[in-house]
């Protein structure tokens, strides 16, 4: 087999367990090239017809591209999609100048708690990859053992990550992270392979181009000419800059800024 | 020897007392206590650490030895594999079901250790960088680095009903009705329901059960908070209370002294014994909330309220002890003079930019160090009359009127890039970098083999870091000339950390400081020196050149004190006891003659 095969069959393995143990499981899907790719494994692993709904946190400060492309493909893959967007927050004026902690939490981890809470889901797939953030995608790790593929979850308390683990064992939710092994490279050469869309961002325009996506304020071009998913696997098999560099902060880093500056000096 | 173990021996500290406003102080007869104390015994300058930021000098002085043996060099510090930022005050492992971990960063013993070992009680109260507290033979009560429930050093948040809260960091906007619901927030993004409603009696908080009316102007009590098994103490004061505005302050949210989640004492049962006997001693990094005037949440009055209620508080809590349990070495650091001066020197600074004479703030500052003085007073007898005592301050104080933006002076002169539009340390285009300024007073080179993306080879490294500093030296900007040195951290420092110690380190003038983006290895549109418009006016950080920014030290006995550095205290107390200093500390005892 080889190596994407080897991949795609290990994640498709990981899906379908998941959705047996759990089935009330969502997906969430952040329009990027992971979440994207994450949602044509789940297609793969149902045959063209997810069984559950597919869920997008909309802090409402995305680019204008994404929405359209999820416009696009939730009805082109006739997906039943859930918006989470924290309407109450937005409303009193919640946005990254009030600091992008309190942002984040707000808008991604209290939407998606909402979420959570209103559709009883007991699983959440991602499409984390632990080779995305140095420190951080060993920490935040939960996955089948290796070996015999069992879940192992039982035995191992599920690291839940900006959630907090309730006291009553029933109210928490797993998350399922079925691209674990995968590397940015793996991404994009399956997303060449099997020639799955991808929103126009991630092309180099004018020497810049998106290489992670998130909210706009937070999020920065790089220099690149890649302007083809040819272009970018080529691009990445000779770089040394991170692959999130060009992201101010994801909520991980945002916590770091506002332990720092919550020193008096700052 | 045996007999030395009722000998007791005391250091007071008063963080950021300096020595130019005490002599002026003591020659106008303002400080009784002190003056008292020179009088029967001796007085000096206290030499400090190179970089005067408190907890590398209350390092130095728990442990005897310089930065380059203890770890403690700069408030932040990068893992220079993952370029992951950190606090130098503790390790945090943050842990995604719920409670955090922390790790001591400091890698010597302190001398509560060693007295430890002698079966020599000690109190350590309030010392920078004791958090987490360590079993001792004594008690512990952690000092500066204890994070509030956050995790963060403390931070506040306003309740308030003008739209501008919508936009404000550290805000919580809040609609003009008689019945409010809202949340207090609390690690990990957990938000409990808060109820505020308007009545004759003031205005009635409710959270859950507990119900308390706070009247306009007033200050609750404590009100404890449960986070899914993480229990929180804060006290708000209510700011205003009328038809047209609602604004409320809410203290940092800091751990229960009750029930504490993280090890802020040790023994554990202190603190709420303490809870129970004097009232709650706040346990976290800044004790009085500086970051809430400093971010305009609250005016200065409140801000003095609430200083000088947590100085009472923890001179309760200390006397309590010092009276009530057996010890012979006592440590406290003691926060007003340092966070006053902070916040309070553009009062006495005319050539501060946002200078002001003020009839009562323009003497906040000396009236502290008065309020001080008279409360030692008071905590010397607490400790009886036989303890030899010392009184110290780690650091003096100077003028911060101007911000150098230390990394965009890098990038101009070619030695560091930002990406396309980028402007924080995530930008750093490392592939083109070679070196980066981060923390107080630190500059590392993007070193081949060491940093995660480094450029610069072993054989470029010398004249990389020679380069650098020539240039500071030169630098000059609209006729300023920011810097009086920069060094090499082998030329001030020495032990086996020093490899992982900064490359260089600048030294300001008097008057300068690196401005805050750039404190976070990230930069702004400003000009590279601009005056610093914020209440925070007075610090100490620079580094200056070490005789310009020494501390007092008082002994009750007369004793030499020509040359004494903050590093002595450690093998003086161990002197003390007669138990011999060990090789490794740096300091002298003062007992020697």
């Known amino acids: 087999m080889n190596h994407l095969n080897a991949l795609e069959s290990k994640s498709i393995y990981i899906i379908r367990e998941a959705y047996e143990q759990f089935k009330r499981i969502g997906m969430l899907w952040s329009i990027g090239k992971d979440s994207t790719t994450l949602l044509w494994l789940c297609r793969k692993a149902f045959y063209g017809r997810l069984p559950f709904p597919v869920i997008h946190i909309d802090t409402s400060f995305k680019f204008p591209q994404m929405y359209a492309f999820r416009d696009k493909y939730a009805k082109e893959w006739n997906l039943n999609l859930i918006i989470g967007r924290n309407e109450k927050a937005l409303k009193e004026g919640m946005n990254v100048k009030k600091g992008a902690l309190a942002c984040c939490t707000a808008l991604k981890t209290n939407a998606l708690k909402q979420v959570i809470d209103k559709y009883k889901f007991k699983a959440l797939l991602l499409g984390i990859r632990r080779d995305e953030h140095g420190i951080r995608a060993k920490e935040r790790y939960f996955s089948p053992r290796d070996t015999d593929f069992k879940w192992d979850y039982k035995n191992q308390p599920p690291e839940l990550w900006d959630q907090y683990k309730s006291k009553a064992e029933g109210e928490t939710h797993i998350r399922v992270h079925p691209m674990l092994h995968w590397t940015e490279l793996d991404i994009w050469r399956y997303i060449q392979r099997e020639k799955i869309p991808i929103t126009e961002m991630y092309f180099a325009k004018n020497g810049e181009r998106y290489r992670s996506l998130g909210c706009m304020p937070c999020c920065h071009k790089v220099k690149s000419k890649a302007s083809s998913i040819d272009e970018i696997v080529e691009e990445l098999r000779t770089t040394k800059t991170a692959e999130r560099a060009g992201r101010s902060q994801d909520k991980e880093q945002a916590y770091m800024m506002q332990k720092l500056r919550s020193l008096g000096y700052m | ?593």
Request: charged share 25%; proline share 5%; with cysteine.
């Open chain 2, 1 to 593: 020897m045996f007999s030395s173990k009722n000998k007791k021996i005391a250091v007071i500290g008063i963080d950021g007392a300096d020595p130019q406003i005490i002599d002026s102080l003591l020659k106008e007869g303002r400080m009784p206590t002190l003056a008292e104390i020179k009088d029967n015994g001796s007085y000096g300058e206290l030499e400090t650490t190179h970089v005067s930021q408190s907890p590398v000098a209350w390092s130095s002085f728990q442990t005897g030895m310089n930065p380059a043996k203890h770890g403690i060099y700069d408030f932040i510090v990068r893992n220079p594999e993952t370029l992951a930022l950190d606090l130098g005050l503790v390790k945090e492992k943050r842990s995604f079901s719920g409670k955090n971990v922390y790790e001591k960063r400091i890698m010597e013993k302190s001398i509560w250790h060693f007295l430890s070992e002698q079966e020599i009680a000690s109190l350590s109260l309030f010392i920078p960088v004791t958090f987490p507290a360590e079993p001792i033979n004594g008690i512990q009560l952690s000092g500066m680095g204890t994070p509030d429930i956050k995790g963060t050093q403390g931070v506040p948040t306003l309740y308030w009903s003008n739209e501008i809260a919508k936009e404000k960091e550290d805000c919580k906007w809040i609609p003009l009705k008689n019945e409010i619901n809202s949340t207090l927030s609390g690690p990990s993004g957990l938000q409990v329901p808060i109820k505020f409603s308007i009545s004759k009696k003031g205005l009635l908080v409710e959270i859950g059960r507990n119900k308390k009316f706070v009247k306009e102007n007033e200050w609750s009590d404590w009100f404890f908070v449960d986070f899914d098994g993480i229990e929180g103490m804060f006290r708000l004061k209510v700011l205003k209370l009328s038809g047209n505005e609602i604004k409320i302050y809410v203290s940092p949210i800091i751990h229960s002294q009750r029930n504490p989640a993280v090890p802020i004492a040790q023994p554990k049962e202190i603190a709420k014994k303490l809870l129970e006997k004097t009232g709650c001693f706040k346990c976290v990094s800044f004790e009085s909330d500086v970051n809430a005037l400093k971010e305009k949440l609250v005016e200065e009055n409140t801000w003095i309220e609430d200083m000088q209620y947590t100085f009472d508080q923890r001179l309760k809590a200390t006397e309590y002890l010092a009276k009530n349990t057996e010890w012979n070495f006592f440590a406290a650091d003691f926060f007003p003079v340092d966070r006053v001066q902070h916040l309070f020197w553009r009062y006495i600074d005319n050539k501060n930019p946002l200078h002001e004479e003020h009839e009562e703030y323009s003497r906040t500052i000396y009236e502290t160090y008065e309020m001080v003085d008279e409360e030692i007073n008071s905590l010397i007898k607490a400790l009886g009359k036989d303890t030899l005592v010392f009184v110290i301050s780690d650091h003096g104080f100077a003028p911060y009127r101007k911000n150098v933006q230390l990394n965009k002076l890098l990038a101009e002169e070619g030695f560091l890039e930002m990406k396309a539009g980028g402007s924080t340390y995530g930008d750093i285009y490392w592939g083109k970098t070679q070196a980066y300024a981060l923390g107080f007073s630190s500059i590392y080179i993007n070193l081949e083999g060491r940093e995660r993306f480094g450029i610069v080879s072993e054989k470029d490294y010398e004249s990389v870091r020679e380069n650098i500093i020539s240039t500071l030296k030169r630098f000059s900007f609209d006729g300023l000339k920011p810097f009086k040195d920069a060094k090499k951290s082998e030329e001030i420092y020495s032990g086996k950390l020093l490899t992982e110690m900064p490359d260089i380190i600048p030294i300001y003038k008097k008057g300068f400081r690196i401005e805050k983006s750039n404190v976070l290895g990230g930069m702004t549109d400003n000009e590279i020196i601009h005056d610093n418009l914020n209440k925070w006016s007075g610090d100490h950080i620079g580094p200056f050149q070490l005789s310009e920014n020494k501390g007092i030290i008082f002994c009750s006995e007369p004793l030499n004190l020509k040359g004494a550095g903050i590093m002595d205290l450690a093998p003086t107390a161990l002197d003390f006891f007669g138990i011999e200093v060990p090789q490794k500390m740096d300091g002298k005892s003062l007992l020697e003659e």
